[in-house]
């Protein structure tokens, strides 16, 4: 899974990180992705998607499929594991948010370039908060910047968690599923593309439901 080196903002269209940030990026990418061999990969992977969600670059996708590839009656498993300490890590996001946000909240904005534009989206963020978490737990949209924005906003907390299971859910439970089924050949396919594939159901899913508000 490569990792999510933005080019650009994501919530304004400005230029966002340092080179020398996009490079550090990468270094942990690489080091993240040598700890799929390790003997307790499982932990491993549990931290990484616990961290991923609120402050750590790297997404557990990384991990996750060579595992799964490595030991395929077990993807299941890993997909649960990651989908639970991704959750758990999005609600010390969220805590990041509501009760840290000058001090964490604000550093890892400022890291991924989005503090300006953060202070104005956070006014609309709340009429669409729900989508957004589902949005940025299924896409390659940066999800520690939606778990953090949620508990600085106010985000209902059962809407967040509801929306986040489901979101994380899906995601690393598709992942898997392609890749038990499918094998190495999948990896590809997953890489590749499945982020875009993600993106276009969100926004059918969204385009759906206004189409059928407005019948």
């Known amino acids: 899974?490569?990792?999510w080196v933005p080019e650009r903002d994501a919530l304004d269209g400005s230029t966002s990180l340092s080179e020398p940030t996009v490079t550090m990026i990468r270094r942990v990418y690489d080091w993240t992705l040598s700890l799929a061999g390790h003997p307790r990969a499982l932990g491993v992977l549990a931290i990484v998607a616990f961290a991923e969600s609120s402050i750590f670059p790297v997404p557990p996708d990384v991990l996750m499929i060579p595992m799964i590839l490595a030991t395929p009656s077990r993807a299941f498993l890993i997909a649960g594991v990651c989908t639970l300490a991704s959750v758990l890590g999005g609600l010390f996001g969220y805590f990041i948010g509501a009760a840290l946000y000058d001090t964490v909240g604000l550093a890892v904005f400022e890291f991924y370039g989005q503090a300006?534009?953060?202070?104005?989206f956070n006014v609309r963020f709340n009429q669409h908060g729900a989508w957004a978490?589902?949005?940025?737990?299924?896409?390659?949209?940066?999800?520690?910047?939606?778990?953090i924005m949620s508990g600085w906003t106010g985000l209902s907390l059962p809407v967040f968690v509801a929306s986040s299971i489901v979101a994380r859910g899906l995601r690393f439970f598709i992942v898997a599923a392609l890749l038990w089924k499918f094998g190495a050949p999948m990896r590809r396919f997953i890489e590749e593309y499945l982020g875009?594939?993600?993106?276009?159901?969100?926004?059918?899913l969204i385009g759906g439901f206004a189409i059928v508000r407005y019948l």
Do not use: D, N, Q
Request: charged share 10%; aromatic share 12%.
């Open 116 to 120: 300006t534009a953060a202070e104005s």
């Open 196 to 204: 875009l594939l993600f993106t276009a159901f969100v926004a059918l």
């Open 133 to 147: 978490v589902l949005i940025a737990g299924m896409t390659p949209f940066p999800y520690k910047v939606i778990t």
């Open 1 to 3: 899974m490569r990792c």
